[in-house]
């Protein structure tokens, strides 16, 4: 039996939050119904206490989200709660996520404070969110970082006070996927209310290990994941949802399953990049331009003989109608001749052969053939011989 892992989307806050991509009421609220039918289990919808406009952000998201848990950040600060404790109250299902710092770094450096009075902080800030709403998240700051004896105490404490879901970002992308699993699995059997509450993966990409270090934890205990579409996030961004999504249908193995609709990843990606003006890189896994577009001779052979050769997911799986065969200098004969049949030309060797040969000198030049060019050169190969 596969367990479920929970997908909180945190897109609408640690994705929002970057340089450049802020979104008005209106694409904040379009993006929220989209990650709703996408399937998300809980959807961050902002920072309430932040600004009036994140405020008004969270409280309208709350109102047209059907299914997913709306969920607002705050400090473990009492003032912040309130605030969103009153932004997410006409949420169906409402989620407060307080928290604070966890690593010595941060207790020093942040808060000029000590472990017991961060503990007692996180303490008071889930029994005072707990007053408001029954689902209450608590975060421990660069927990990649913190002392692992301290987290331990800080998760039983938090829990005690209430915390159905314990978050342990790597806040600055520091770990490594081993070591992420050593400390869920340390978590998993050092706390003794752990069974209690879920622990959460929230990953930065700084070294580009927020995907691995999310499996990692995921594997060790974590049942719920943070991610962002695309990525997209702080720095070197989130952890991004398609490629946790796809690597746990891919690999049916590891025994975990999300209840999101694949099919929604491309166009919800587009979506994102384009209101968020932000584009996605052309070979970013899952939803990238080139993700399913083949080009070198070998691999296109090899694709065009049964497509699983190179290819472990199938594009329509993740709402993209095919692959890509890209005609180009690298493309061998098999690709030329494939592409000529779907445009109606059937040709035999010898034929293939002259025509393989101009392809390439028209490669050279244009780097890139497309159908259109494709079409031409037969043209004119026809009338040179007529
Ligand atoms: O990266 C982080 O630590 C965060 C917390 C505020 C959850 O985004
Ligand atoms: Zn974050």
């Known amino acids: 039996m596969s367990e479920k892992i929970y997908v ?126 029954e689902d209450v998240e ?22 005690k006070a209430g915390a159905t879901v314990v978050n342990l970002p790597d806040t600055t992308g520091y770990l490594l996927p081993n070591q992420m699993y050593d400390r869920v699995d340390y978590l998993m059997n050092n706390v003794p209310n752990v069974d209690k509450a879920i622990l959460s993966m929230h990953n930065h990409n700084d070294l580009g290990m927020a995907t691995a270090n999310t499996i990692a934890g995921v594997r060790a205990g974590a049942r719920q994941v943070e991610v962002t579409i695309n990525g997209i996030g702080e720095r070197a961004g989130n952890t991004s949802l398609e490629e946790i999504v796809m ?12 209840d999101i609709n694949t099919q929604m990843l491309s166009p919800l990606s587009h979506l994102v990049a384009k209101t968020m003006r932000m584009p996605v890189q052309a070979n970013k896994a899952i939803v990238g331009r080139n993700a399913f577009a083949h080009s070198s001779g070998i691999h296109q052979d090899g694709f065009l003989k049964h497509s699983q050769n190179y290819e472990i997911m199938t594009p329509q799986e993740v709402g993209i ?17 494939h592409r000529l049949s779907l445009l109606g030309f059937t040709i035999g060797k010898e034929k293939l052969d002259q025509t393989y040969d101009q392809f390439l000198e028209l490669a050279d030049q ?8 494709l079409v031409t050169l037969m043209k004119q190969m026809a009338e040179a011989e007529a």
């Open 321 to 337: 109608n095919k692959s890509d065969i890209v005609l180009t200098a690298r493309s061998g004969r098999h690709a030329i001749k």
């Open 138 to 159: 608590f975060y421990a700051e660069d927990a990649g970082r913190a002392d692992l004896e301290f987290l331990a105490r800080l998760t039983e404490a938090v829990i």
């Open 366 to 373: 244009i780097k890139e053939v497309n159908d259109k060019d």
């Open 247 to 258: 690597t746990l249908k891919v690999h049916k193995d590891l025994g975990f399953y999300t």
């Open 8 to 133: 909180f989307d945190t897109t609408l806050r640690d994705g929002e939050q970057v340089p450049g991509c802020q979104l008005n009421l209106d694409e904040k609220m379009m993006i929220a119904k989209e990650l709703d039918k996408l399937g998300v289990d809980i959807i961050e919808a902002g920072f309430p206490v932040s600004s009036p406009g994140d405020f008004k952000s969270v409280e309208a998201i709350s109102k047209v989200v059907e299914n997913a848990t709306v969920c607002g950040l705050t400090r473990a600060v009492k003032n912040d709660i309130e605030v969103a404790a009153d932004a997410l109250k006409l949420a169906r299902r409402p989620r407060i996520h307080t928290g604070i710092g966890s690593s010595d770094i941060h207790i020093q450096h942040k808060f000029n404070s000590n472990r017991d009075e961060i503990l007692q902080r996180g303490v008071d800030a889930v029994k005072y969110a707990r007053t408001f709403v």
